[in-house]
């Protein structure tokens, strides 16, 4: 090996396994990256069974139904129309999760068009606003925000 | 008079980084006859005063903060005259404009330290490096100064605070940032020094010695400060998960991968002086992803319990100063990384080969993370709401982090500069045989996903690989310095085995339970005992007492909360632990259903612990290295202090002995 060739060999070597990783990023982000959707984006294109997604919107009033277990929730969840998503989640809820309130949750869809949720992020202080809330635009994501939800890290 | 006395302090300091950078640019600047400039004396002596300043205005905000004048808007803000001493003190640093005195405040002080004790570098390499920490400091001066004064005065002080976030109420918040921070600043040492040894093109293993506990410093801190992290998002937020790959944990991870890497080939350069563009670059870069996450972390960008700022302007104004960092360091890296003469050679077989190949893995998954970690605000950008979670982290950075793995096992038991592949037969296949075994083990002892089952094989392989270097040496022998990489290895090993246990024997049962009612988790007899109201100094709380058996046999109570804070008014859930040898149980209290019964939810986690005992065993591998390095440090100084006083006394007897009479 030449003197020059070493250094050159290196930094070849380096450059191929970062154009790599950076390849391998991009492919999983497109396959693995977890999007947000609105209800009415929802029911309209809804996304692939199983796919991690995030779901955002109001909790429809009068819609929490507590199963027998005492720990699986189903409610609804609403946006800006009338669409509205079933969802179903088993664990300790927010504090704050209440009717009327908003919400993000994490989770697919399920078969049975129930999303089902896996976390749910609501509102948990009194600064904060999930990022997908913001700017939803309607006055009822406005007043959802401004005094009902709040996200958790994440 | 706090206040003034603070800000007064902090605008001289201020002056004085400008001064440094001043008078340290002089020093590229050799007068005619080859001696150092004399306008270059002042650049010491203001880096110390400097550091006087600094940490004298972070002393009167933490004054301030201890007697809750509420004059200062920030205390004001961020403080409650009803909170426990501890958390008043820390709430110090529990907001933007503090935790960034915090970090000019540790910035000075380490950049005094390198001014009044290192007097091994060349003075014009000096010189550039002064200059280059008094303008990294000038930055974030100007930054606190105009864009987020801590000490500035409320016209009319309210009669109490506002209080600090409950979550942020924790002993956890005390060791967590300033650590961190501590970690940051010290890669911009590292990075100042690299920037003065390229600009003076002293780029060599003397230089490589004076920066490596600098690095080996921030590495242990930014080790700590992970692992502390970690165990606080642990069992402060109640989820039972230790890593959420959140964008405030990567935005810590991100420096610390760049200083593993650069840890180890600054190891190279001062042993073995090959690798030097390459170090130069690791520092530049690791100082870079530090800038970045206190970009990400300080300027409101994410929404997130870390990011407390936000303020569109600050964020435009860290942004600003992170451009000009990084665009100016790497700027400075292209014009003058090709005057860097190449250093020692080496083969692929080799000890340094086998870093390099680190190295590289390293970088890939630094880069996975970063990608992964700015996509969400680049989509934002265009209007598309993402997140990217463990799916993308996990698989994507095990691509790369499995064959580096399988390196580091080797890698230690090689030879410098050359080695044969065929001399470490025994050792390779020994690795090899425990793998395998480890994998089959694991394998029929149940169902397990496939890369915690990758990570059982690995760790064990890496937990004996750890200690193979220690084969055949006396142990009283090995230095220190060994000890310190033998003890990181097999902290990593044990980390790995933690990480690998939780992943593939977590067991978890989640129920709504009366008063007197029992639920299994694993081996563990789970019964609601009571819940009852209680009440702390700034919280009220619903407390369960819940009584734990293992196999039948003595109950332990643990008490997990519901928490309701009211200043801010604020709820959060304190899990209660169960620490056993070879596990963690984990319960939290949820609601109230509407029959009476309670919510809880209970993990056992096995050998959950084992990955902060690998973090603190990798730190303190770290303080190892460091120590042995310095001992052999002082050692050599006294040594030749030693020999030159022996020969002085020498010459001073033969100047004295009488001649010989005839």
């Not at chain 2, 970045?292 to 700022?309: E, I, K």
């Amino acid at each position: 090996m030449k003197a020059k060739h070493q250094r050159l060999i290196l930094v070849i070597a380096a450059l191929l396994a970062i154009i790599g990783a950076g390849l391998i990023a991009a492919w999983t982000l497109r396959n693995q990256a977890n999007y947000f959707y609105l209800p009415e984006q929802m029911a309209a294109e809804p996304p692939s069974e199983g796919q991690a997604v995030r779901l955002g919107g109001m909790v429809r009033p009068g819609s929490i139904k507590t199963e027998a277990d005492g720990v699986t929730v189903n409610f609804m969840v609403t946006g800006n129309t009338d669409d509205a998503i079933p969802v179903r989640y088993s664990g300790i809820l927010p504090d704050l999760f209440v009717e009327g309130s908003g919400v993000v949750a994490e989770g697919s869809l399920g078969p049975n068009g129930v999303f089902i949720a896996t976390n749910l992020l609501a509102k948990h202080d009194e600064n904060y606003v999930p990022k997908e809330l913001e700017g939803m635009g309607t006055e009822q994501a406005a007043k959802m925000a401004a005094d009902t939800t709040v996200g958790l890290t994440q | 008079m706090i206040a003034e006395i603070g800000l007064a302090a902090l605008w001289l300091a201020a002056a004085l980084a400008l001064l440094q950078m001043v008078s340290g640019g002089f020093a590229l600047k050799a007068t005619e006859t080859g001696a150092i400039n004399p306008l270059a004396i002042y650049a010491r002596p203001a880096a110390v005063v400097q550091a006087f300043l600094a940490v004298l205005a972070f002393i009167l905000l933490l004054w301030a903060f201890a007697i809750t004048d509420l004059s200062i808007k920030l205390v004001a803000d961020n403080s409650h005259s009803m909170k426990p001493m501890i958390y008043k003190l820390t709430g110090t640093w529990g907001n933007h404009p503090g935790s960034m005195l915090l970090w000019v405040g540790v910035l000075a002080l380490s950049g005094g330290l390198l001014a009044g004790f290192e007097k091994r570098l060349p003075e014009k390499t000096m010189g550039a490096t002064l200059a280059v920490q008094g303008f990294v400091a000038l930055g974030f001066y100007a930054f606190l100064l105009l864009s987020s004064n801590p000490f500035e005065r409320l016209p009319v002080p309210p009669l109490e605070g506002v209080g600090l976030n409950p979550l942020l109420q924790d002993i956890g918040l005390a060791i967590h940032p300033p650590t961190l921070y501590a970690g940051y600043v010290g890669l911009s040492v590292a990075f100042s020094l690299a920037m003065g040894a390229l600009l003076t093109n002293q780029v060599n293993p003397a230089f490589a010695r004076v920066m490596r506990p600098w690095v080996l410093g921030a590495w242990v801190l930014l080790t700590f400060g992970i692992t502390a992290g970690s165990y606080w998002a642990y069992y402060e937020l109640g989820w039972g998960g230790w890593w959420f790959w959140d964008p405030v944990e990567n935005a810590s991870l991100m420096p610390w991968l760049a200083a593993t890497a650069l840890v180890h080939s600054v190891a190279v350069l001062a042993a073995r002086d090959a690798l030097r563009t390459w170090t130069i670059m690791l520092g530049v870069l690791a100082f870079s992803m530090s800038m970045l996450g206190t970009f990400l972390v300080r300027s409101g960008v994410l929404t997130s319990v870390h990011a407390f700022a936000v303020d569109p302007a600050r964020g435009a104004f860290i942004l600003g100063l992170l451009g000009l960092y990084i665009g100016g360091a790497f700027t400075i890296f292209a014009l003058r990384a090709g005057a860097v003469s190449e250093g020692k050679r080496f083969s692929v077989s080799s000890r340094e080969g086998a870093l390099v190949f680190n190295n590289v893995m390293l970088s890939a998954i630094l880069a996975i993370v970063l990608l992964g970690t700015l996509y969400p605000l680049v989509t934002e950008v265009f209007d598309v709401r993402v997140s990217v979670g463990p799916p993308y982290f996990n698989p994507a950075s095990a691509i790369f982090a499995i064959p580096m793995f399988l390196v580091m096992a080797v890698g230690p038991l090689l030879r410098w500069k050359e080695d044969k592949p065929a001399r470490l037969q025994f050792e390779v296949s020994l690795i090899a045989a425990v793998l395998i075994s480890a994998l089959a083990l694991a394998s029929v002892m149940g169902d397990i996903p496939f890369l915690p089952l990758l990570g059982l094989g690995l760790a064990a392989a890496l937990a004996v690989a750890a200690v193979l270097p220690l084969r055949g040496r006396k142990l009283t022998r090995v230095p220190t310095a060994t000890w310190g990489m033998v003890l990181a290895h097999f902290g990593v090993a044990v980390s790995l085995f933690g990480m690998a246990c939780e992943g593939a024997f977590t067991q978890e049962r989640l129920a709504a339970v009366a008063p007197g009612g029992t639920e299994q988790v694993g081996d563990f007899a789970v019964t609601l005992q009571s819940v009852s109201p209680v009440a702390g100094p700034n919280w009220t709380a619903i407390e369960a007492r819940i009584a734990v058996s293992r196999n039948g046999g003595e109950p332990v109570i643990l008490s997990p909360q519901a928490r309701n804070f009211w200043s801010p008014a604020q709820a959060t859930s304190e899990s209660a632990l169960m620490t056993r040898w070879d596990g963690q149980l984990y319960a939290v209290i949820g609601n109230q259903a509407e029959d009476g019964r309670w919510q809880i939810r209970v993990w056992w986690k096995p050998f959950v612990t084992f990955i902060w005992y690998g973090g603190l065993l990798i730190a303190l591998g770290g303080v190892l290295a460091i120590a042995g390095r310095v001992r052999v440090d002082v050692k050599r100084r006294s040594a030749v202090r030693q020999g030159d006083a022996r020969r002085a006394d020498l010459e001073a007897l033969d100047a004295a002995a009488p001649m010989p009479a005839e």
